[in-house]
């Protein structure tokens, strides 16, 4: 087994198709492939299963994969021992979070992440769906639902508040709210609830049932746009909204949700050095972001 070969294997587990771990290794598909199957053969068993999402990782795939970064992590720090401080990590670092955390958020963090660490590469990874470690889409996930069990990592980040909200062109040309029953007359924006990003997120259909069709996104963006236009009220995290005057807030502190942020990582990438760097760093911002996420 050749270490060139596990940055080919490396580069497939993390992309999961042979086109993109070829462009990241600016090679032809066809050498990854052939490089894969020439590991296959010196391990004695399949790697990766073919399916309609891209490459997944066997059993003994997920096993080599342990072994394959903690090879991948001695050779760094043998090349950071040459040409930086000891305390310096290098190599890609995969994060995966929500779109709103990954705007509201992370953009401050990621810069002075760095600056702290110039060799460090972060892959921030956004779907409008749960970033899954099981599938191994990412290395570090910051996410709303705390998984019951799993061989993780799990910390608590901060808690952050979710309001409902209105456009005042929207507020100055409808029904008044006073009560939550009033709702039903209005028209509401939301997550597709079978595509959004967390299961634990509030659905405004749940409050009440509109007399109205209601607007339906993937994207808490889309839906902040929708609302600032004047198209409906939605439930919306607060730090997002901020002092923005295109937005006011419905139903005061009647309707208020709270929620968590976790960020959780597998076990075995405890001892991987770069993983091991950005998992600290993210737990150390905790106290500055706090505050603001609860107003």
């Not at 999402?53 to 096993?63: A, F, S, V």
């Not at 090349?79 to 310096?88: G, I, V």
């Not at 405004?204 to 004047?230: K, N």
């Not at 959780?264 to 990438?269: G, I, R, V």
């Amino acid at each position: 087994m050749e270490w060139d070969d596990l940055r080919f294997f490396l580069e497939l587990a993390r992309t999961r198709t042979l086109t993109e771990a070829a462009r990241r290794l600016d090679v032809k598909h066809t050498t990854v492939a052939r490089r894969i199957q020439r590991l296959e053969l010196a391990v004695g068993a399949p790697l990766f299963t073919r399916t309609h999402t891209g490459h997944e990782l066997t059993l003994r795939g997920r096993n080599l994969l342990v072994e394959a970064q903690a090879v991948e992590d001695l050779f760094l720090s043998m090349d950071e021992e040459k040409t930086a401080p000891a305390q310096s990590v290098s190599g890609i670092v995969r994060v995966g979070c929500t779109e709103g955390y990954a705007a509201g958020v992370l953009p401050h963090d990621l810069a002075e992440l760095r600056r702290q660490h110039p060799n460090l590469r972060v892959d921030l990874i956004v779907q409008p769906r749960p970033v899954l470690l099981a599938r191994n889409e990412a290395d570090i996930v910051i996410t709303i639902d705390r998984p019951e069990r799993g061989p993780y990592l799990i910390t608590k980040l901060y808690d952050y508040t979710l309001r409902l909200y209105a456009a005042p062109s929207y507020l100055a040309t409808h029904a008044p709210i006073t009560r939550l029953a009033d709702l039903k007359d209005h028209h509401l924006v939301s997550y597709i609830e079978e595509s959004g990003p967390a299961k634990g997120l509030p659905v405004i259909w749940d409050l009440v049932q509109s007399s109205w069709p209601g607007i339906r996104s993937t994207s808490i963006f889309s839906q902040m746009a929708i609302v600032a236009s004047g198209g409906g009220i939605a439930i919306l995290p607060s730090y997002l909204v901020g002092q923005d005057e295109a937005f006011r807030p419905v139903l005061g502190s009647e309707v208020s949700f709270q929620r968590t942020y976790w960020v959780m990582m597998p076990t075995e990438l405890k001892r991987i050095a770069r993983v091991q760097a950005v998992w600290q760093f993210l737990k150390r911002t905790t106290r500055e972001h706090s505050q603001r996420l609860m107003v």
